[in-house]
């Protein structure tokens, strides 16, 4: 984006692209992982106590609705993930805000 100031000089406005696509795998694949998951192997993505095992099991359906800020080094993602409960054969949806970091080459739910 360019825009001019008062004193004729072109300033630029520089966006930080987020990268959902790296990103939009990392969820996907966690919640495919997460209600089977016990608290041993969250901790691998997750910090402590974030999010707990649900002990249930759930069939992972779709990501719904996700949307990414970048806030410093950290994103923030806001969304929905549809579930199909084996046992009662219904739809369980579940909102999630989440704050990820990138530490090396993973990513880790951390708040």
């Given at each position: 984006?360019?825009?001019?100031d008062f004193t004729g000089f072109k300033l630029f406005r520089?966006?930080?692209?987020?990268?959902?696509?790296?990103?939009?795998?990392?969820?996907?694949?966690?919640?495919?992982?997460?209600?089977?998951?016990?608290?041993?192997?969250?901790?691998?993505?997750?910090?402590?106590?974030?999010?707990?095992?649900?002990?249930?099991?759930?069939?992972?359906?779709?990501?719904?609705?996700?949307?990414?800020?970048?806030?410093?080094?950290?994103?923030?993602?806001?969304?929905?993930?549809?579930?199909l409960d084996q046992q009662t054969k219904a739809t369980q949806?579940?909102?999630?805000?989440?704050?990820?970091?990138?530490?090396?080459?993973?990513?880790?739910?951390?708040?």
């Amino acid at each position: 984006m360019l825009w001019t100031d008062f004193t004729g000089f072109k300033l630029f406005r520089v966006y930080f692209l987020v990268p959902t696509n790296e990103i939009s795998e990392f969820i996907t694949t966690f919640f495919k992982l997460y209600p089977i998951a016990t608290a041993n192997e969250l901790s691998y993505n997750v910090n402590d106590g974030i999010l707990k095992p649900t002990g249930k099991y759930y069939i992972f359906q779709e990501l719904v609705n996700p949307i990414y800020n970048r806030k410093g080094n950290q994103i923030t993602v806001s969304l929905a993930v549809k579930y199909l409960d084996q046992q009662t054969k219904a739809t369980q949806v579940s909102q999630f805000d989440l704050v990820l970091e990138k530490s090396g080459s993973n990513w880790k739910i951390i708040k």
